[in-house]
């Protein structure tokens, strides 16, 4: 898992993606040569600081999201968050400003609701932090801050390695608010005549989704994808068997956010590995799940 | 009124119209031949389950949304809602897993806000149940659940028998978040310049909007519709004798919405009957309105 | 300070921008041929209410929303907001219905939290109601309502004057969910390839950002703009000399919103005069402020 601890440790709050861009395009540079098709990678301003991989003849995409949540340093000690971070006072949070490298600690004051940071001085207004990456292994677990989606991307990596025909969009800002994957569908409809969409993101453990049990495909959150493609990617899951757990949810959101509303006609279908302590900096995800995590995408890349 | 007793019968919440478009794409080859012109109807897979009826040279289209609200099995015997349904205990509602067809009972606990359902087995995760339908008629009304939106279905049915130019749009998803008024914006304007909207849905009963005075033209809703349009409506609507009644609301959307976020200029008027007892299974609509539905939706499409 | 103060006399809440259009058409004829380079002028059924101006070879695009805050009148005497208007008992309202024009007064009861005019008629279903215009000027302010965003319309028309390369957008539906720049954005985007933007429009004064500081550049707001272009705006306004604060904000809005939603790779920053009284009669801002705002503005569509 040193691929993943290095994803980990990245500095990539949603909006300055461009740390996780440049790892990324460098990754793909040295290692693409050992995959089984050569994709063609995508990476301009007109694509800000994403990336597409288009290998073979696409039939569906694989959006896995960059970002992470974070701070934002406001006035004074006050800080703004970057997505929806737990926000328990004692937190590590790092980041730079004009004077250097920081390493401060997160403060909240809970009848007040407000977040502050404690540092020896104040820090550049807009300063940028993030949890600081304590990356713990174990011989059934990962745990570190930002598993969510930095394992995404892994799995999208270890995708990489034998996909024949489809596209891995490495996506912005779906940590808040969302941002890019509106003009990627359109790119990628309009070039590929490709719709199906997988979400290559983290989702929760509950009470109906346990970890080790299997990658999660979720039959709908606080969104509701078309029943029949979902019911399609059950199938395929079914006679693959590969280990998987259904997941009914009302509330939560993926970039298949975008992908509902835009002016074209995407299906989409959440599958990912759960994960326990979320948007904390001891997110822990079970290795089982991420196996068939991995394994699930080989397969529905395959048959969709 | 037997046609909208059957649309009120089908299983079709949001995500999973497929039911209901494939009884009016049987419905429509059955009886266009009956209609003054013959439409072109578009469906397929990049119209996922929307239709679109083009009638000689359109120059404005009608929106009327096939989907219903529901609920969603979860975990146990937890319910998830499909859109916003009014949740009293003891609904009956309706649908079917891989044991067979459910008729069971909603619960509703107050206390705790949670949704449940009664039936002596546990029911498949993720199956989408639905109101009972018990349709019920008057000399003066109709009352059923889904008058929401299948009397705009039926009522744009109707309107399809004269219609001599102009498009009629069967969506997906307006009870929850929406998710094909976008793509078929783009399509109809970017095939036939066309971007006056009608928006064919049932509002509600208020203060100042009542049973049997006529079809409601709605001057805004929680978004505003651009005024000159509104007032076009209005006048042909004055003109035309039809009775009809002026809404005013800051709350409530439609599939207008989508047509106002939409990177093309559409204007748009929610035009339709109002109902009491919103999202229940007792929805109740004075026959005038329908008539009178009818008969502006006939004027308008000549006049726009 | 005339013609902000026209400006700021026009009736124009969200969606009936007429007046403002009409205005701004008129006032573009009659000035353009004082100015260094003519531009294309696009305003058409297109654009609905909007107004396009191209400047040259455009590299960036300025936004000024010309809508204001307003109520609608329901039924009998209930009022309903259009946007987020300040609401104080006594505040005087003005507008026009068919029996001609109103001047009444606005009441708000707090504790049924209900919006009510007092008039000494019933006023008709559906007008719209804007704050009555008191224009006041000193050496170092200027106050009245809708200086949000009247003022942002001035500085472009300012701004107009000595542009070369550019566009600037007039927008509609700003202060209402929006409903315009998805379509200008599309249109920019596909017709001259441009992909940045400065939103010419008001902020808050806060314990971070004062009057008479300089103009406003917006490191993020409720959403949060690729960090490299704010960088790069900064970095121009550093050089430039023009006196200049930075702001940081996890609430609020403008119409960057529908860029940051766009099927679209656009960049876009914030950058505009501070007010205090916001959505008041009584909006307030300090004469340096709008100086340094017209200067940035004119150095930053150099430089982009």
Known sequence: MKLLKQLCQIHAPSGNEKNMTDFLLNYIETHKVQWKVQPVIVNNEDFQDCILLVFGEPRAAVFA????????????????????PATKTGYT??????????????????????????????????T?????CD???????????????????????????TLENGIIAFSCWEEHGGGSVAYLA????????????LIADITWVTE??????????????????????????????????????LEVEGAGGSDAKELQKAAYPWDWCFVGAPEDNVH???????????DSMVKLYQVLMEKL
Chains 1, 2, 3 share one sequence.
């Open 65 to 84: 999201h960059m970002d992470s949540i974070g701070f934002t340093v406001r006035y004074g000690k006050q800080l703004v968050p970057i997505g929806g």
């Open 93 to 126: 949070l790092t980041g730079a400003d004009s004077q250097g490298e920081i390493t401060c600690t997160l403060k909240y004051d809970e009848e007040e609701g407000e977040l502050s940071y404690d540092y020896h001085r104040e820090i550049d207004r807009g």
């Open 128 to 132: 940028e932090l993030v949890f600081a």
């Open 135 to 161: 990356f713990r292994e174990t011989d059934e677990t990962v745990q570190s801050c930002y598993i969510d989606n930095r394992l995404g991307v892994w799995a999208a990596l270890r995708l990489a390695e």
């Open 186 to 197: 359109k790119y990628i409809y309009e070039h590929y005549h490709v719709r199906q969409a």
């Open 208 to 245: 109906g989704v346990q970890p080790g049990k299997g990658v999660v495909i979720s039959m709908r959150d606080s969104l509701i994808p078309r029943r029949s493609y979902v019911q399609k990617i059950i199938n395929i899951a079914k006679e693959s068997g590969v280990p998987y757990q």
């Open 280 to 290: 904390t900096p001891d997110e822990i995800v079970n290795k089982k799940d991420i």
